[in-house]
């Protein structure tokens, strides 16, 4: 009767937090499964912001200040990324008050956050590349 009890206690348990977003039902996992997302969208990003400021940085070097006065690659692409993290955020806010004080909300805006991170990974890597 024990076993019994264990094996239909175990079959009722939750499935871990990777199994749950594989095909996310509650609400309370859709929103999890996003921020999950953008962490890890997160994370590819400054992974990258790192290997792309390092190439400016090393353009910097290059550059002639006897003729060229103008901000250097670092100092431009700083102010860049600055002025994005602004914009991502504030964007995805707007994009969550569709269903402001809802729980959906959290989900939007971690949906936004990613898909916008994303983008900016591959821009920061298309910097580098361009060049």
Not at 38 to 56: F, G, I, K, P, R
Not at 64 to 81: C, I, K, S
Request: hydrophobic share 40%.
């Amino acid at each position: 009767m024990i076993g019994l009890v264990f094996l239909l206690a175990a079959g009722t348990a939750q499935a871990k937090p990777a199994d749950i977003c594989e095909q996310p039902i509650t609400q309370r996992d859709m929103t999890m499964c996003a921020a999950r997302d953008y962490e890890e969208a997160d994370a590819a990003l400054n992974a990258q912001w790192s290997q792309t400021a390092d190439v400016m940085r090393a353009r910097d070097r290059d550059l002639d200040r006897v003729y060229d006065d103008r901000p250097g690659y670092f100092e431009t692409l700083l102010a860049a990324q600055r002025a994005w993290l602004t914009y991502r955020d504030k964007h995805c806010a707007s994009a969550g008050y569709r269903y402001r004080g809802g729980s959906m909300e959290p989900m939007i805006v971690s949906g936004c956050k990613t898909r916008l991170t994303e983008q900016r990974t591959r821009e920061l890597a298309d910097l580098i590349e361009a060049l």
